[in-house]
């Protein structure tokens, strides 16, 4: 069981819906991230949350929006998608941030496969 | 700034041996190294910090050469459940808290 819970499991949605997807942790981590994963292809970076701020943005487009309510939470706001950001997005935690004290690794969600119609 | 992987896949009897390598073309603070299964989330193996270190994790085990900016995954004896995706994770001396991965190694071990 992975401790990074992701919901919803899949969504489908439509070009002009907007829809949310959220991530928890509660293992007390400070830094959240959001992942892109396409078939066959590497985790690609999105957002990352360092201590509830954005810290790095990778030029996701604005129809992609971030948001973290606090340090358990994560959610990535869809609005007006487009089908080619069909993909798995995956949610990640770390104690204090990739290059915190003892580097913290990585604790990925299972992710939400997301199909836009 | 993606690091680059190989082989792109592999095939292995169990009990056989494999190594997948990483290399960057800048400056790198620390490696990490994932496995993915299909269909479930990667899975943290282990990460390197400094220059040589090695690390061992059961019949998995990685070295980092900081001078040529390069990482090494050894898996010895391999076993059925090593089979996935295996990624190496990098972070550049010049960006803090940014994970890359590289474009992942297949590995499948047949009995």
């Known amino acids: 069981d992975t401790e990074v819970t992701q919901t919803p499991k899949h969504l489908v949605m439509g070009m002009t819906n907007k829809k949310s997807l959220k991530c928890e942790q509660h293992?007390?981590?400070?830094?959240m991230y959001w992942y892109k994963q396409k078939a066959k292809k590497p985790p690609e970076l999105m957002f990352v949350?360092?201590?509830?701020?954005?810290?790095i943005n990778e030029s996701v487009p604005s129809r992609f929006s971030p948001e973290c309510p606090n340090s358990s939470l994560l959610n990535l706001h869809l609005h007006a998608l487009q089908p080619e950001d069909s993909a798995l997005y995956l949610c990640?935690?770390?104690?204090?941030?990739?290059?915190?004290?003892?580097?913290?690794?990585?604790?990925f969600g299972n992710g939400t496969r997301l199909t836009v119609t | 700034q993606q690091p680059v992987q190989s082989p792109q896949a592999v095939i292995l009897r169990e009990g056989e041996d494999a190594v997948i390598n990483c290399s960057s073309s800048?400056?790198?603070?620390?490696v990490h190294w994932y496995r993915q299964k299909h269909g479930e989330a990667p899975v943290f193996l282990m990460i390197?910090?400094?220059?040589?270190e090695q690390k061992g994790h059961e019949k998995i085990s990685a070295s980092f050469n900081e001078k040529k900016q390069q990482s090494s995954l050894y898996l010895t004896a391999s076993q059925l459940s090593y089979s996935g995706t295996y990624f190496c994770?990098?972070?550049?001396?010049?960006?803090?808290?940014?994970?890359?991965f590289g474009a992942g190694t297949i590995l499948r071990v047949k009995s």
């Open positions: 949350y360092s201590y509830e701020k954005l810290s």
């Open positions: 800048k400056a790198l603070y620390s």
């Open positions: 994770g990098t972070e550049l001396r010049e960006y803090g808290n940014k994970l890359v």
């Open positions: 293992m007390g981590h400070r830094a």
């Open positions: 390197l910090l400094k220059g040589g």
């Open positions: 990640a935690s770390s104690r204090t941030g990739v290059r915190g004290p003892n580097n913290s690794p990585l604790h």
